[in-house]
T-cell receptor
Framework: DTGVSQDPRHKITKRGQNVTFRCDPI?????LYWYRQTLGQGPEFLTY????????KSRLLSDRFSAERPKGSFSTLEIQRTEQGDSAMYLC???????????FGSGTQLSVL | AQSVTQPDIHITVSEGASLELRCNYS??????LFWYVQSPGQGLQLLLK??????LVQGIKGFEAEFKRSQSSFNLRKPSVHWSDAAEYFC???????????FGAGTRLTVKP
């Protein structure tokens, strides 16, 4: 399977802990996106990378959130000092150009206790 | 900023019946419009997209959508629903740069036998 893969699928953590998620996009895709989806809502844009450059960040991305894509391939999303409100599905997506469709991963479900 | 409204949270149709899912968008210029489907445990899958040209767009799995600028709508239709179409459907709108896509809250489709 050469789709977008995300790891882990599920993460349970205690409030105040740090968590890190990984996304491996489709190999030739230089554009990578992170979204957050809460129950009963559509995905909300968090941030966007073109190669290794983080070009856009949503106001939803507080200073506890940081995303990297160091070599322009895989990306990580770290949440520091997690809060219960961070509980959500974190989705990663990629594509080659802006006009192509987004390919989504299956997401990482985060539960903060 | 662009936004999307999906007025119907949940729709139930009988197998074989026709389907129409509503989507209204808000954006000052010509939008990029998308319909995605999400099944439990699956990533979001693109059904169809509209960038320009013919306002009636054909997608995968027998779905189509019509862009109506005067009504700011992009409703999704299918003439005959199959049980496997039961899922969550999301309408999305992208701005000029198409990186900050905004999703609606989704419509959950239940198919009765």
């Amino acid at each position: 399977d050469t789709g977008v893969s995300q790891d882990p699928r599920h993460k349970i953590t205690k409030r105040g802990q740090n968590v890190t998620f990984r996304c491996d996009p489709i190999s030739e895709h230089n554009r990578l996106y992170w979204y957050r989806q809460t129950l009963g809502q559509g995905p909300e844009f968090l941030t966007y990378f073109q190669n290794e450059a983080q070009l856009e960040k949503s106001r939803l991305l507080s200073d506890r959130f940081s995303a990297e894509r160091p070599k322009g391939s895989f990306s990580t999303l770290e949440i520091q000092r997690t809060e219960q409100g961070d509980s959500a599905m974190y989705l990663c997506a990629s594509r080659r150009t802006t006009n192509e469709k987004l390919f989504f991963g299956s997401g990482t479900q985060l539960s903060v206790l | 900023a662009q936004s999307v409204t999906q007025p119907d949270i949940h729709i139930t149709v009988s197998e074989g019946a026709s389907l129409e899912l509503r989507c209204n968008y808000s954006y000052g210029a010509t939008p990029y419009l998308f319909w995605y489907v999400q099944s439990p445990g699956q990533g979001l899958q693109l059904l169809l997209k509209y960038f320009s040209g013919d306002t009636l767009v054909q997608g995968i799995k027998g779905f189509e959508a019509e862009f109506k600028r005067s009504q700011s709508s992009f409703n999704l239709r299918k003439p005959s629903v199959h049980w496997s179409d039961a899922a969550e459907y999301f309408c999305a709108v992208g701005a000029n740069n198409n990186n900050d896509m905004r999703f609606g809250a989704g419509t959950r489709l239940t198919v009765k036998p």
